[in-house]
């Protein structure tokens, strides 16, 4: 008995994990001791034909933390990013089991930053330092992404699908509504 042939038009929901590690380093002044995190996130695609699709997606990255020394003006923060993705595949080599295809996508990005510390507590240290804690957030700002990926058919209704990509992220590293620097572009 032979399988029927893949249909020509689809709509997938796609859910994602893997890990993420930040390039360049962090430009908030904060020393990086974790460049890494993880990821995750979901989407739907919708293919008109075999060759390509065109998705909306969410995901969420551990952009890492940094620390500075203990004592008077000293800060811990972590790091997330959230971004809405509008994503795009052409398939250059497909078959009816699996495909190579090449993405880009176009997104806006929320940046949230969670921070713990202390800081002075006052003219000529009369007063003891203060400790803090705080969460924030800021955005939106300009998302682009692209990368490769092997999408391989595990029957006519699932597909695993595996990417290797990169992004860049319009970031600020100013200090994010008075709680921590951000991370930066």
Do not use: K
């Amino acid at each position: 008995r032979r399988d029927p042939p893949p249909p020509e038009r689809s709509l997938g929901i796609q859910i994602g994990a893997g890990l993420n590690t930040r390039l360049g380093g962090d430009t908030s002044g904060i020393p990086e001791d974790e460049p890494v995190g993880l990821a995750y996130g979901a989407g739907v695609w919708f293919a008109p034909d075999r060759l390509w699709s065109i998705g909306l997606s969410y995901q969420r990255l551990g952009l890492g933390g940094g620390e500075t020394s203990v004592g008077e003006n000293s800060i811990s923060v972590q790091r997330d990013l959230d971004t809405f993705w509008l994503g795009g595949r052409a398939y250059p080599l497909r078959s009816d089991t699996m495909g190579l295809y090449v993405a880009l996508a176009l997104g806006a990005s929320w940046q949230s930053v969670s921070a713990s510390g202390s800081r002075d507590g006052g003219i000529g240290g009369v007063n003891p330092p203060q400790a803090f804690a705080c969460e924030a957030s800021d955005g939106p700002g300009f998302a682009l992404g692209g990368g490769v990926g092997l999408d391989v058919d595990m029957s006519r209704n699932v597909a695993f699908l595996a990417e290797v990509g990169g992004s860049g992220h319009q970031l600020t590293s100013d200090p994010i509504e008075g709680c921590a620097p951000g991370s930066g572009s």
